[in-house]
């Protein structure tokens, strides 16, 4: 699976839960490359288990220093007002350069961090989709 997506971003995967699992288990850190795809580019990915402290979490998050970080169900097992916390800590890795790919078992929560999305078919075709911009909706 081949993937351009945006640096310095926020891109949450929208899409089936099956289909976004299968998508994020086809992503392989050891491909990420630039976008002339000649170099490669560290990646990490950031899962865990629904016991772990936010704190924990946070941590993991924080420590991520790679070009390209996919967040796998990261927020699972936390209340809500926690998992907007770990979302929201998602932005300042994308404010460093990386590109951060979200799949989270609420995507509108994960929404409403995100720069643009990446739209999974059942079909296996996956398309970036920009996302309104809120403040032309809220002005007009």
Do not use: N, Y
């Not at 946070?58 to 420590?63: D, G, I, K, P």
């Not at 590109?99 to 995507?107: A, F």
Request: proline share 7%; net charge negative; aromatic share 0%.
């Amino acid at each position: 699976m081949s993937l351009k997506l945006p640096v310095a971003s926020v891109v949450v995967l929208l899409g089936p839960a099956p289909v976004r699992s299968a998508v994020c288990g086809a992503l392989d850190e050891g491909s990420a490359r630039c976008a002339d795809g000649h170099g490669g580019l560290g990646a990490v990915r950031l899962t865990a288990p629904a016991h772990e402290p936010l704190a924990d979490r946070l941590a993991r998050v924080a420590a991520a220093d790679a070009p390209v970080v996919l967040v796998q169900r990261l927020t699972d097992g936390l209340p809500a007002a926690q998992r907007r916390t770990l979302l929201s800590a998602l932005r300042g890795l994308a404010a460093h350069g990386a590109t951060v790919l979200v799949d989270d078992v609420d995507p509108v929560a994960a929404l409403s961090v995100a720069d643009t999305s990446l739209r999974a078919h059942a079909d296996g075709r996956v398309e970036l989709e920009p996302l309104p911009d809120v403040a032309a909706l809220l002005a007009s």
